[in-house]
DNA sequence: GGGTTAGGGT
């Protein structure tokens, strides 16, 4: 069971299995009711009523176990602000509606933050050595809240307004007219929260309170209060660019600047520039950046909650080390040996440097056991050390196994990526080993490149890492770095859409008629360049006119379509060719990860496991064959799906992801009435041919020929390349081929390949490959990328001058 | 001749 982020509440949480005992339920409510009362967000209530009635921004740092994501928004509710009713009644924008406003003391200080320099104060149980070692507090503008107490105000939950009609013209469409929207950037914290919120409050999940992410929506027309993932109301703006049937809409871990955060950060500008006092915005955050938000936002206004955090002493070595892995190893064992009861957690950068270290680790503990004897020192050997590693590529079952508790007398070290950063909660930890690296992927706009290196953590994520060890209790972050170094490292991680491909954002905000991409208010703007090398690519697949707008036949099409814009041209060129179906899979396939589980010490049984897919042709063929597979079990048996899955070296959440993505594929591009675009989903059988030239079609700027040396020579840019290791075509390295994409590692790899005809790509793609040229290169011995580069470059060229007079 | 951090989508 995965457990969420933000708070002990919501961890604590179980299910009651039945509800038809009133009295156990009465029992139940009363506690949950006890439970709400003690989060730190319960006292703040009233302050933050009046602060959202006063400002039509509110930037809420709340810290972990504040209790902020469930409690506020039935605040919210419970004081009108999720029905229609007081929409009307509040006054104009910026002229405080209460004559209580000064009252409270300080709202007009707030207002400004230049002149609020009031220090968060921050108590020693809340954040502790942490705080004390990573220097002085931030100093922010905010006001601190210290409960005034919570005492009268109970009635959450209460007898909600009828909806009546929506403001600005609701479409009608469920969760209607005032709802409040919770955005999260995971799909489990939308479940859990909303789980947990529709039980405190007493409702049925789906009634008042509900969720609504890819695939899943649990809302109905009496909704008020919907989690959904930040991704999904993106794509709702795009049907409805006023989010017209939200009354609020709260970013939740806004900090953690997803890529869809960072969009919808610069729609609700304009949706509040449009709606005006019709709509409040709460963004939530949990780190002391509430300064950048609230420069952003007109006429924000900021407001900490203190969290729950049990105080983390953080170490640091005294002098840097020269191999973290060892380090980390020896920390690992020292801490095992030294301190007390509670979990260890490691924080490494990858799935090898996992397996390895775990192997080490063993290693270590047998000959220390061997040496001293199985119960020979009190300290050492007297307790066991269950190691495990944890990555998403994991299969599920090993995975699981991090979550159960230590067997009695032993003691857990788990060895994790950034996965238990933030996605995951571990119970029982007590102890962190922050080696000081993270792998992350970075774009090179100028090139196209994607690289993924091991780069030093910012300041922010070794934070967020020694946080993981108070959870539970007081803790211990061991830093394996000095102190000297922390202090230059980066204060946070420069947010997601900065170093991106941005194919699809430019895409999105095309569809939206916001046509000035260069101009849009981000608030950290993308390099231009990746602007300019997305509106490029959008134009070669026709998805934007020479002024550089959308095109309703193919740019509208694959606007609605929820896939990278290339793999959504490969759709639109398969119905096309007669092979929809096979298309929809492959790219169904191609749009999850991990599908191949391959564990360094098994690489003999997954290699013979995954010759039973292997097409010739290439990557997207053999995923093809292990979809085909996967579909031919019966799909009510989750045993059967589960052996085979674990026979095959197949993980099967990636799977089960590619099934979902088909359906809604299928759904999608068959259904005949609007958001559906009723098109045919023909089958080409076992003729691999139009499916591979459908993939051409959609893949032709990743183009690469074969050079004398073994290498490739992408077409569009002349960039030499390499088959990535993975690839099924390495041993076979045919003349031509496309691929998904190019990553940078130890070299630049194309990864996801297939087999082409270099004729194909005039054909399918007169606009970038002149016939011309490709005649001359088709012969035998001609210096083809030579005369590519010149002209493609030449059309690449023009297409950003024509894409860029409509832009600017 | 040699390898993939984590999220997310009407």
Redesign the pocket.
């Known amino acids: 069971m995965l457990v969420i982020e933000d708070g002990p509440s919501a961890k604590k949480h179980r299910r009651s299995t039945k509800v038809d005992d009133d009295a156990a339920a009465a029992e139940r409510r009363k506690l949950i009711d006890a439970e709400r009362r003690q989060l730190p967000a319960w006292a703040a209530r009233d302050k933050l009523l009046q602060l959202l009635q006063e400002h039509r921004t509110l930037v809420l740092v709340g810290e972990t176990g504040s209790g902020k994501t469930t409690q506020i928004p039935q605040f919210l509710l419970s004081a009108r602000f999720g029905s229609r009713s007081r929409s009307r009644s509040s006054t104009a924008p910026g002229k405080p509606t209460s004559d209580k406003a000064g009252a409270a003391g300080t709202p007009g200080d707030i207002k400004s933050p230049q002149k609020a320099t009031g220090v968060v104060e921050r108590d020693g149980a809340s954040r502790g050595a942490v705080t004390q070692n990573d220097g002085p507090a931030q100093n922010v503008h905010h006001v601190s809240i210290n409960g005034s107490d919570g005492g009268g105000a109970a009635n959450h939950g209460g007898p909600q307004q009828p909806t009546g009609k929506s403001v600005g013209g609701s479409d009608g469409s469920r969760a209607g007219g005032g709802a409040i929207a919770v955005t999260q950037?995971?799909?489990?914290a939308a479940m859990t929260v909303a789980r947990r919120v529709a039980e405190e409050m007493g409702t049925k999940l789906g009634d008042k309170v509900g969720y609504a992410?890819?695939?899943e929506d649990v809302t109905s027309h009496s909704t008020r209060i919907k989690y959904m993932?930040d991704?999904?109301l993106l794509?709702?703006a795009?049907?409805d660019p006023l989010l017209s049937r939200y009354r609020i809409v709260i970013i939740d871990e806004a900090h953690e600047r997803?890529?869809?955060t960072d969009v919808l950060f610069g729609l609700l500008k304009g949706v509040q520039a449009r709606r005006g006092e019709d709509f409040r915005l709460i963004i939530m955050s949990a780190t002391l950046d509430a300064a950048r938000f609230v420069d952003y936002f007109p006429g924000a206004v900021a407001a900490l909650i203190r969290g729950r955090q049990f105080p983390v002493r953080v170490m640091y070595t005294p002098k840097p080390e020269d191999n973290y892995l060892d380090a980390a190893i020896n920390a690992t064992l020292q801490v095992h040996a030294d301190e007390g009861e509670g979990d260890i957690l490691v924080f490494l950068?990858?799935?090898?440097e996992i397996d390895s270290a775990e192997r080490l680790l063993k290693d270590r503990l047998a000959t220390l056991q061997g040496s001293r004897g199985p119960t020979s020192s009190p300290s050492f050997g007297s307790r066991e050390l269950l190691v495990l590693p944890i990555?998403?590529?994991l299969p599920p079952e090993q995975q699981m196994k991090v979550f159960e508790p230590a067997p009695e007398g032993q003691r857990k070290a788990i060895l994790a990526?950034?996965?238990a950063e933030t996605?995951?909660t571990i119970p029982g930890v007590r102890y962190v080993i922050d080696t000081g690296h993270?792998?992350?992927?970075d774009y090179n706009a100028k090139l196209g490149l994607e690289s993924?290196a091991v780069v030093p953590v910012s300041q922010a994520q070794a934070r967020q890492r020694s946080g993981r060890a108070g959870r539970e209790g007081p803790g211990k972050a061991f830093r394996l770095y000095t102190e000297a170094d922390f202090s230059v490292l980066e204060p946070t991680t420069p947010p997601?859409i900065t170093r991106c491909n941005l194919g699809?954002v430019v895409l999105q905000l095309k569809a939206m008629g916001i046509n000035d991409v260069l101009g849009f208010d981000f608030m950290d703007p993308p390099p231009r360049a990746a602007i300019l090398r997305s509106l490029e690519l959008l134009y070669a697949l026709g998805a934007l006119d020479a002024a550089g707008c959308l095109t309703e036949g193919v740019g509208r099409r694959l606007s609605?379509?929820?896939?990278?814009p290339m793999f959504g041209r490969v759709l639109l060129a398969a119905t096309e060719m007669g092979c929809g179906q096979e298309a929809v899979a492959v790219v169904a396939m191609v749009?999850t990860?991990?599908v191949f589980h391959?564990p360094r010490q098994k690489?003999r049984e997954w290699r013979a496991a995954r010759l039973k897919f292997v097409s010739r042709e290439g990557d997207h063929l053999t995923l093809l064959n292990v979809f085909r597979g996967f579909l031919e079990l019966p799909k009510e048996s989750n045993k059967a799906r589960t052996t085979w899955c674990s026979e095959n070296f197949i993980n099967i959440r990636a799977m089960r992801k590619a099934e979902d993505i088909y359906e809604?594929l299928v759904r999608?591009l068959g259904h005949p009435s609007p958001?559906g675009l009723g098109l045919q989903l023909a089958t080409c059988g076992e003729d691999s041919t139009p499916l591979r030239r459908a993939l051409t079609a959609g893949l032709f700027p990743h183009a690469a020929k074969l050079q004398p040396d073994g290498s490739y020579r992408v077409l569009a840019t002349g960039r030499q390349v390499f088959l990535?290791?993975?690839s099924v075509l390495?041993?076979r390295k045919p003349a031509c081929l496309v691929f998904n994409e190019l990553?940078h590692?130890?070299?630049t790899?194309a990864?996801d390949a297939v087999e082409i005809e270099a004729r194909w790509l005039p054909e399918l793609a007169p606009a970038v490959f002149a016939a011309k040229t490709i005649a001359a290169a088709a012969g035998p011995g001609v210096g083809i990328n030579e005369r590519l580069a010149p002209a493609t470059t030449g059309v690449a060229a023009g297409a950003r001058g024509r894409a860029l007079r409509g832009a600017e």
């Open positions: 950037p995971r799909r489990v992410i890819r695939f993932t991704g999904l794509r709702e795009l049907v997803t890529v869809h950068t990858g799935q090898d990555y998403a590529a990526t950034n996965i996605s995951i993270v792998k992350a992927r993924l997601e699809s609605r379509l929820p896939v990278d749009s990860e991990n391959t690489e809604q999608f958001p990535h290791p993975s390495l041993d990553m590692t130890t070299r790899y990864r």
